[in-house]
Structures are given as C-alpha cells and as structure tokens.
C-alpha cells in the first residue's frame, strides 16, 4: 500500500484497472486506502466474481468486476482505450504462461491515458539471476506444476513495456518476501 501511495497521491481521481483480482481482496484494501479513485476488478475466470464482491461490498468505488484474458489481444469493451489512470497486476507474472505477461503489457499500453502507470508486483529475476535461493526453488516448483510458469525476468518485462510506450519510472522496488514492484509511466 505504501508504495502505491506515493505512485498514487491521495488527491488523485479516476479509474484504476486491477488485472488477476483472484479473490479480491487487494483491490478492496486500496478502494479503503483511496476513496478518491474508482477501481476495476477483473478476472480470467468468474468463479472469482462471488468472492470480489464480498471484499467489495460496502465499497461505492469499487466497479462490478470485469472478464479479462491478460493473454489474449483484445481486452472487453469494458476496458476501453486511455481510460485508466493505472493498471495494477499483483502475483500474477510468475504463476501464468509469458503470453500472459506480454498480453499484460500490450493491454495495459492500450488501456492507460498518457501519464499512467502501470504497477506490477511480484518475484521476478533481475539481470537474469535470482535474487535468493529460495526464489530459485520455487521457481524450479513453480515450472514443474506448468512448464510455462515461473519467474520473469525484470527486463524482459521492461523491453516489452518500452514497445507499448511504457517507460520504467523508476528502478525496481525492493519490497517483503524477495518481490518487487515494477512501475513504468506511458508517455
């Protein structure tokens, strides 16, 4: 939260779209955090959307939740183009194929107005090394569960964000547990 507070000023207004909002519950916890912004849940799957709307309820900013394959190259309607003022991804990079991540990037470059962010938090490699032992293992656990799962490295993610006109804002956030926070602007 203390991170996306200082991306976010509190005074801020507008939408943020939430990709791989799982349960739900992170995207309520910054609808408490910013009452000033509307937040968009959304989900690969429905089966999700009873559990957003648990953690959502009594939340007036936060939307119903939307359907959105990261992967694919055409986002909902619901997501029209330049609309949000960030796009947050949390724990989604590493448990999901690269198709994921890169149809993350291009849907986020289409989705942000000029000036947005695009926040993405989780383990990753930096200068293609792990950052720990136990990053490796889990990584190793990771892509035995899914071959096209595990750790991305941080500048794989930053070359694809350069194509969709997003430029890292700042180097990369160390934060809890080895994971990091990547934040890139749209110019």
Known sequence: MEVLQRILPADSVGDVLEVGSGPGQHCAAFARGFPLLRWQPSEVD?????SIRHHA???NTVLEAVVINAASST???DVPANRFLAVVCINVTHISPWATTKGLVAGAGRALQRGGHLIIYGPFKINGAF???SNERFDTSLRAQDPEWGYRDAADIDALCVASDLHLAEPYIDMPANNHVLHFIKH
């Open 46 to 50: 429905e089966r999700f959307f009873p």
């Open 57 to 59: 309820a009594g939340l």
């Open 75 to 77: 986002w909902p309607v």
């Open 131 to 133: 950052t720990t032992e």
